[in-house]
């Protein structure tokens, strides 16, 4: 029996575990770094928190026996990602990506797409405007740094300690998101401009599609570079990548 972990947190982490948990020729463990502090049901046995850098890593994926690791994290997630491809190679385990394509702009889109989340701050500009940050905990805390405007922040768990600005509201939410109510959640709020990460997929594109319907200003992360390593777009493609690395290791005697 086979051994794939899977480095998740992704709702395509899920799918592909979901896909290959009634497999009788694999072992798939789910791993997810424990941020979240109520994660979603998964189909596999998950194992939770760090590794202890890429050494640990390494000697897990040695201890275990994995035969592949799979990193299906956060398009963002640019250590993690770093230190499984170091993993890998020091494991000599075979490494496979899984990355969701990143949306690109339509006609209609008010895109100013940034490097980075302090010049999304500077986008905002010095007006005051009524913002929607929609970003995750992490990097919510720069936005201090423009106390002039108006913020609805939405995030799985609470942000705490709260944005130290005058006015912030908050939501608690997990997506999937629908674009009526990404619209509706606009309108209510009378949002002036979205601050979002180029996550890809369409789990949480509600807002994007929301802010092209209502003529409202996008600032666009970009998506960092990752490294360099074998990777799929799509579970379909993750699954038929897997299997044709696992029957070309069994005909090597590997």
Not at 17 to 41: C, E, F, N
Not at 130 to 143: C, S, T
Request: hydrophobic share 50%; proline share 6%; with cysteine.
């Amino acid at each position: 029996m086979r051994h794939i972990l899977i480095l998740g947190g992704t709702i395509e982490a899920r799918q592909l575990a979901g896909r290959l948990a009634g497999r009788s020729d694999l072992k798939v463990t789910l791993s997810l770094a424990g941020r979240t502090a109520q994660p979603a049901a998964q189909p596999v046995p998950v194992r939770v928190g760090g590794f202890g850098g890429v050494e640990g890593l390494a000697a897990y994926l040695a201890a275990q026996r994995i035969d592949v690791l799979v990193d299906a994290t956060h398009p963002y997630a640019v250590t993690i990602a770093a230190h499984a491809a170091e993993a890998s190679a020091l494991a000599k385990t075979p490494i496979l990506a899984l990355r969701r394509p990143a949306w690109t702009a339509v006609a209609g889109d008010r895109w100013t797409e940034v490097e980075d989340v302090d010049n999304a701050v500077a986008a905002l500009g010095n007006t005051p405007r009524r913002v929607f940050l929609a970003i995750g905990r992490k990097e919510v805390g720069a936005f201090a740094a423009a106390p002039q405007h108006d913020y609805l922040i939405r995030s799985v768990d609470p942000i705490e300690p709260p944005l130290q600005v005058p006015r912030a509201a908050y939501l608690v939410a997990r997506g999937p998101f629908r674009e009526d109510d990404e619209r509706a959640l606009l309108k209510q709020h009378r949002i002036e401009c979205v601050v979002a990460k180029n996550s890809g997929g369409s789990a949480t594109y509600g807002k994007i599609a929301a802010a092209r319907a209502l003529d409202v200003a996008v600032i666009m992360l970009r998506r960092p570079a990752l490294s360099d390593v074998p990777a799929a777009e799509t579970v379909q493609d993750a699954v038929g990548w897997l299997d044709h690395a696992l029957a070309s290791g069994a005909e090597r005697g590997v």
